[in-house]
């Protein structure tokens, strides 16, 4: 008797695996760590944030915009300093081997998570090496002042300052809610290290197991709050290599690849098991003029450089035509993007005579630096440089092209060191803030990401007024006007923004590509 | 006796030292630092990345630095990876196995077949067959692996479709790792003997690979040697006593010829190493020999010291216990040391 | 040097060797002559041409063109420019340390020799790609800095040689009657004994040219060799892996040539080891 039902219960067991429904995804390269408040790469993320975790709030799926998560609503006082906010009930943790929640979500968790990452005090600031790069990066530690509950359900955030991208930040992979109670748990057994490595969130999928290098489990969470995800099994499937991941998802290995390489894209699309999706991407590609070297001090021949470049043809020969020409320091998917700038056209003769008129009539000899990497905003720096250097030339600017290893190249250009730099950025959290104060902000000199090292007050002013302005409205004004100064003042040449591409087997429904290119796998299916 | 092992033991402690001294050095050579990379385009307040650099102990002398890393090293403490933050001894320890794996079938295979293939090519002397080995080892050794993995999987893998692409496992078989060996680790999963031979197949092209040139220096060390012994007098006496080919080569001969066959194998654990990189990468292979690669892209400071560390002392101990298995087994080299 | 000749060109695969280095010299000599287009000159119009057994061949460009339109065989000719400097320029640098250190350790003996070869026991306990990995990665990838890393990581292999003849030369009884008529160490090491060492010397440089070759290639296959538009074999390989499906001569041929260049020194290097000492074994 008790053989045959053990015998009918593997059958059982066995027959359940066969049913299941597993999506297999090929990622890039291997997370981190699988705790988002210790990650700045969006490797980590699409294996932890967006998978594991939810935020107070999120990004609608597939758009910038923020909706409500974890947090039901919220208000924010007239001064701007305090946000309220309402947290959502019934919501449940994840049920692990190493944790079996007692209690639901509540405003503990999100205590814990915040001053984790803000107060030197808490016991888990340490844990983990302790770094917060995100965090502090975005300025939360200056930002927040306190956070209190008042109640389970409801936790008040005061702020220093007013900072409008705020609703934006607490929607970014950092401000992701951890268990308080698995945290107190790990610490009694003195594994608290556990909490990062083993994750316990509320979102779509439980995780199960990280073969290092070669592969993460998830299981679809059957107490979601939104709802059971409909894939049963969720895998990662870690390929670096972009040929293999095309090969893999061409022999049904994969169901779904990130980052196709841009030459295999016309065989995937060309393949009628397979389809591609494509959306413009939340990026920009730039060359920046360092205004504190030399002849680029003068506007003139900033300007004389971007009718020098053409810009149209390093589409195609470095993008493949996979990126869309960029006039604004912020791409078309961002609010406020300025429709309306005109745009410089390819004019050597043009340029000449400005050149002419900055007092450099037969030009002059400079640097320019080509990025070392290959990033989706330019994915070729050097090869993108000799165009450049062949069309400067041409209104007599003697380029030489210099180039160092990533980091050598981060840390000098930070310092100031180049003339002309080939750069980009990827934005966080789809809030022009996000672009313009930490692009050309007069603060971000120092930082070293305002690689024009370009301080105009005009400029900046408005920049920190909407900043500080709640009214989306008012704020997309400011913008506005700030992109008619940056295209007059021209201390960049704006290049491109980069087309963002997945590859999947026909049979994937449900599946949308996430602006920030974070993946969401709770809305996925199969046919 | 004793005192020839006590002093080849004693003289690893000093390699040791000079190589953990080069490994620290040397990578804080490499321009930029891991904090800078981490936060890229970004930048950041210089007092955060300030504060950032004091967490890893980047902001105190080189020379402290060292000597707090050689102190925590010989409490068993060899740092947190400065990207997973987690110990790079537990880092190393679950990535090793897959490279011990990989390494352990590429040396398996290229003993079975190059030991018989070189006695074979030495008592057949000026065959056609010993011709034929001698080009193929000749064409082993020379090989460029890398290529010679590319050819692999383009021919056995996209057009054949026999083995897969790269990886150690479909992932189709949830296999738990208990030990980090995949053919074990396959055989305990509830898959069973599928999840075995799918392991087995994804094992097959980068054994190959990684096992080329180990298996031509074995033939051709294995023939040269035993070609030696074998116009040795007291062979050349036993021979002349009766006693038949096969017996002379086996009993006599092959005993002796395998002093130098020893040695090569311990000098192939460098090889295998190196091979191992290039191996692992071709095959996506979630080895230690990508890891580092990657770490030194990033600049994990603590991953590389402690990393090469390792590997150091592994070649070390590898060539130390070759060194003593000879004062044990031929005990007429004891003399000379 | 008449019997060297003799027992040299008996052994029918070292003559082979010795042809097939000369071709390749001649071929990276002669580059501007033979190529029929430069090695960087883009043709737009022709990407990922296949070579002329293939259909869709075109007659121009004999064996294909690469996905930026330059003509392959072209770059093949001059790669071998590259990975012949690449071998002789590793084996240069691993003579002239090599003699200096080995020559040291050797005559002088002591713990100058203890020091310098404990250095090198250092050098072949870290495993030599990553040695080479980090010396490019703190002098940046380049051709001059690939000489210099793998240079570097073979360097053991000579100072061990010329040491070990050094030494067997030091117990030969000339040495010692030298010395015993007050020769200077400059008059006995460098004018008696290292001309004695030279045999052993001449097989060593010519494995260093094959190590030199392979291991250069493997760091152009990793991205830190030789940098773009450089034509370089292993680098060629690395850049081809994309196409690896849609043009595999991308891949195929480059790699042939490098395994055919570096048989050449390794049969070469066989045979002069044959002919001038059948005792000198490879390390």
Not at chain 1, 352 to 373: D, Q
Not at chain 3, 49 to 60: E, M, Q, T, Y
Request: glycine fraction near 8%.
């Amino acid at each position: 008797m008790k053989t045959t039902v053990l015998a009918s219960l593997v059958m059982l067991l066995a027959l359940s695996a066969q049913a299941a429904k597993t999506f297999v995804y090929c990622s890039e390269g291997s997370p981190s760590t699988f705790n988002p408040q210790l990650a700045t790469d969006g490797t980590t993320f699409n294996a932890s944030s967006r998978v594991v975790y939810n935020n107070l709030v999120e990004f609608k799926h597939g758009s910038t915009e923020i909706e409500p998560a974890l947090a039901e609503s919220w208000t924010i006082s007239k001064d701007g300093l305090t946000y309220t906010m309402k947290l959502r009930k019934g919501v449940k943790f994840h049920s692990t081997e190493a944790f079996k929640p007692t209690r639901d979500f509540n405003a503990d968790d999100v205590l814990f998570s915040f001053n984790r990452q803000r107060d030197p005090a808490n016991p888990y600031n340490k844990v983990s090496g302790g770094s917060y790069e995100y965090f502090q990066g975005m300025d939360m530690g200056k930002v927040i002042k306190n956070i209190t509950k008042k109640g389970d359900y409801e936790v008040v955030f005061n702020l220093t300052q007013r900072e409008a991208p705020f609703l934006a930040n607490l929607a970014m992979d950092f401000a992701s809610i951890l268990s308080s109670e698995y945290a107190d748990a790990m610490m009694k057994a003195k594994t608290p290290e556990k909490v990062d490595t083993l994750p316990v969130g509320t979102g779509p999928f439980v995780f199960k197991s990280y073969q290092k290098d070669t592969l993460i489990r998830y299981t679809a969470n059957p107490t979601y709050w939104k709802g059971t995800p409909k894939i049963e099994n969720l895998v990662f499937s870690i390929t670096p290599d972009p040929s293999v991941r095309s090969q893999k998802l061409k022999a049904g290995e994969c169901n779904l690849i990130a980052e196709p390489a841009p030459q295999d894209i016309d065989a995937l699309k060309a393949n009628s098991k397979l389809q591609v999706m494509e959306k413009e991407g939340l990026n920009v590609g730039y060359l920046a003029f360092n205004v504190e070297k030399g002849p680029f001090a003068k506007k003139e021949v900033r300007e004389a450089i971007n009718y020098a470049l053409n810009r149209k043809a390093y589409l195609e020969a470095i993008y493949m035509n996979r990126a869309a020409l960029a006039k604004n320091p912020i791409p078309p998917t961002v609010w406020s993007y300025n429709q309306t700038i005109k745009d410089y056209d390819y004019n050597p003769t043009k340029a000449k005579e400005l050149l002419a008129k900055a007092g450099f009539p037969n030009g002059f000899e400079t640097e320019m630096w080509t990025l070392p990497v290959s990033r989706p905003y330019n994915p070729a720096g050097k090869k993108m440089g000799e165009m450049m250097q062949a069309d400067l030339a041409k209104v007599g600017i003697k380029v030489k092209l210099v180039t160092y290893d990533w980091p050598t190249y981060l840390e000098k250009s930070k310092k100031g060191e180049h003339q002309m730099i080939q750069m980009g950025w990827t934005g966080d959290n789809g809030d022009p803030d996000n672009f313009f104060n930490v692009l050309l902000g007069c603060a971000a000199i120092e930082a070293g990401s305002n690689l024009a090292r370009w301080c105009y007050k005009p400029f900046n002013d408005l920049v920190q007024q909407a900043k500080q302005t709640a009214d989306t409205k008012k704020r997309t004004d400011l913008y506005m006007k700030a992109q008619t100064i940056f295209k007059q003042e021209a201390p960049w040449a704006t290049l491109a923004h980069a087309r963002v591409y997945r590859a999947m087997s026909a049979n994937v429904t449900g599946y949308k590509i996430h602006p920030f290119g974070t993946e969401q796998f709770e809305t996925v299916d199969l046919k | 006796m004793v005192i020839g092992i006590l002093k080849k033991i004693l003289l690893v402690i000093p390699t040791l030292i000079g190589a953990s001294v080069i490994a620290f050095a040397l990578i804080r050579l490499i321009p930029g630092d891991p904090v800078t990379n981490l936060l890229g385009e970004r930048g950041g307040d210089p007092q955060v990345v300030a504060e950032m650099r004091a967490r890893y102990g980047l902001d105190k002398p080189v020379i402290t630095q060292y000597f707090l890393f050689i102190g925590n090293a010989l409490q068993g403490d060899m740092g947190e990876s400065i990207i997973s933050k987690r110990p790079v001894s537990e880092e190393f320890w679950s990535r090793f196995p897959a490279t011990l794996e990989l390494a352990f079938l590429a040396l398996l295979w290229s003993v079975l077949l190059g030991i018989p293939l070189g006695i074979l090519a030495a008592v057949r002397r000026n065959s056609f067959f010993d011709y034929s080995v001698i080009g193929v080892s000749l064409i082993g050794y020379s090989m460029p692996i890398f290529w010679w993995g590319l050819i692999l999987v383009i021919f056995f893998s996209v057009n054949l479709g026999w083995f897969p692409v790269s990886g150690r496992m479909n992932v189709m078989y949830d296999v738990t790792p208990h030990t980090g060996f995949m053919l074990i680790d396959s055989w305990l999963s509830p898959d069973g003997a599928a999840a075995f031979w799918d392991a087995l197949k994804h094992l097959v092209l980068p054994a190959i690979v990684l096992g080329t040139i180990p298996l031509a220096v074995m033939a051709r060390m294995t023939r040269s040697s035993l070609l030696e012994v074998l116009g040795e007098d007291y062979v050349r006496t036993a021979k002349a006593k009766g006693l038949d080919t096969f017996r002379v080569v086996f009993i006599h001969a092959l005993r002796n010829a395998m002093i130098p066959i020893v040695t090569v194998i311990g000098l192939l654990v460098g090889t295998l190493l190196t091979g191992a990189v290039l191996t692992e990468t071709i095959f996506s292979w979630p080895g230690i020999g990508r890891w580092l690669v990657k770490s030194v892209e990033a600049r994990d400071y603590p991953v590389i010291q402690a990393g090469v560390l390792y590997l150091a002392f592994l070649i070390v101990m590898v060539n130390l216990i070759v060194d003593l298995v000879y004062l044990w087994v031929y005990p007429r080299m004891r003399s000379q040391t | 040097m008449k019997d060297f000749w003799y027992l040299f060109r008996q052994n029918r695969g070292a003559v082979m060797g010795l042809c097939l280095v000369l071709l390749a010299a001649v071929i990276a000599l002669l580059a501007p002559l033979i190529a029929p287009f430069e090695p960087i000159t883009v043709f737009n119009e022709s990407l990922k041409l296949p070579p002329f057994w293939h259909d869709g061949a075109n007659g121009s460009y004999l064996l294909g063109t690469d996905d930026l339109g330059r003509d392959l065989l072209s770059r093949l000719i001059y790669g071998s420019r590259v990975s012949l400097g690449i071998g002789f320029f590793v084996v240069v640098f691993n003579l002239f340390f090599g003699l200096i250190l080995g020559l040291t350790a050797g005559s002088f003996g002591g713990w100058v020799d203890t020091v310098i070869m404990r250095l090198m026991d250092i050098i072949l306990a870290l495993p030599s790609i990553l040695l080479a990995i980090v010396v490019v990665a703190i002098l940046g990838p380049s051709l001059i800095n690939t000489v210099i890393a793998v240079g570097i990581v073979t360097l053991p292999n000579v100072v061990r040689v010329v040491r070990a003849s050094i030494l067997v030369e030091k117990k030969k009884n000339y040495v010692a009657a030298s010395k015993s008529f007050g020769a200077s160490w400059f008059r006995i090491y460098i004018l008696n004994v290292l001309p004695n060492c030279l045999a052993p010397l001449l097989v060593q440089a010519s494995f260093g040219f094959s190590d030199g070759i392979l291991n250069a290639a493997a760091l152009g296959f990793l991205g830190l060799g030789a940098q773009p538009p450089i034509p370089e074999w292993g680098t060629m390989l690395s850049d081809a892996r994309a196409y690896i499906e849609s043009a595999p001569w991308l891949v195929t041929l480059p790699g042939l040539c490098i395994l055919i260049v570096v048989i050449a020194f390794n049969l070469l290097g066989d045979g002069l080891r044959d002919a001038l000492d059948p005792k000198v074994k490879r390390a």
